[in-house]
């Protein structure tokens, strides 16, 4: 599988990072569960990490 151009969107909120799947033909999750149709951005729990579609990144902020 691949990744979309416009995949999805990752939003830091001061200590906080949301992830906002953006239509993605191969979709985006966190923790185990998609984010397809979603509407609104999904809160990571840190260190944590989001599947865009067979890719897998780690997050973590400074100070997690």
Do not use: K, Y
């Not at 990744?3 to 990072?17: I, K």
């Amino acid at each position: 599988r691949e990744l979309s151009r416009r995949h999805a969107r990752l939003t830091v909120d001061g200590d906080e990072l949301e992830v906002d799947d953006l239509g993605s033909s191969n979709g985006t999750s966190v923790g185990g569960e998609m984010l397809s149709g979603a509407s609104h951005p999904v809160r990571i729990t840190m260190p944590g990490s989001v599947v865009f579609g067979d890719l897998e990144v780690i997050v973590a902020l400074p100070n997690n």
